[in-house]
C-alpha cells in the first residue's frame, strides 16, 4: 500500500518593537536602563488547510494577532510591565510571554505556536518553544 506521508505546515511572521529594560542581578552596563528595537519572529504550525482557500493561516491574520501581542511592550519600559514585575525582562522572557499571548489569540483555530523567537540585536536571539506531550 502507497500512502501519501502526512504532512504539516509551518508559517512565520516577523515583527519588531521598540522598548526599554533593565536586567535586574546582571552586575553589568545592562544592569543600567537602555533601550532596544526587538525582533520577534513568531512560527505557527498545523496539519489542515482552510477547504476555500487553501492556507494554513492568512498572514494577515496571524501578524495581526503577534502586533496585538506586541502592543503591550511597545515603546514601554518593560520593567514596569506587569508581566516583568518578578521576572526578568530578558529575552528569554519576552520570547516566553510573546509566545503565551499568541497562543491564547490562536485558540481553538487549529493552529499551534511552534515557536517565538527575540533579538535584541542581529547575530544573537533567544527562542521559547513548549514541548508537548
Known sequence: MNREPRGRWRLSVSEDFSASHQLR???????RMHGHNFGVVAE????????DTE????FKILRGHLRDALA????????????F???NPSSENIARFVYR????RLEGSGVAVARVTVS?????SATYF???P
Request: charge should be negative.
Open 101 to 104: 499571548e499568541l497562543a491564547a
Open 25 to 31: 542581578h546582571y552586575e553589568g552596563k545592562c544592569e
Open 44 to 51: 505557527v504550525e498545523g496539519d489542515t488547510l482552510s477547504p
Open 130 to 132: 513548549e514541548v508537548r
Open 85 to 87: 514585575a518578578e521576572r
Open 55 to 58: 492556507l494554513l493561516l492568512d
Open 72 to 83: 503591550a511592550l511597545d515603546h514601554r519600559h518593560l520593567n514596569e510591565v506587569a508581566c
Open 120 to 124: 535584541e540585536k542581529p547575530g544573537q
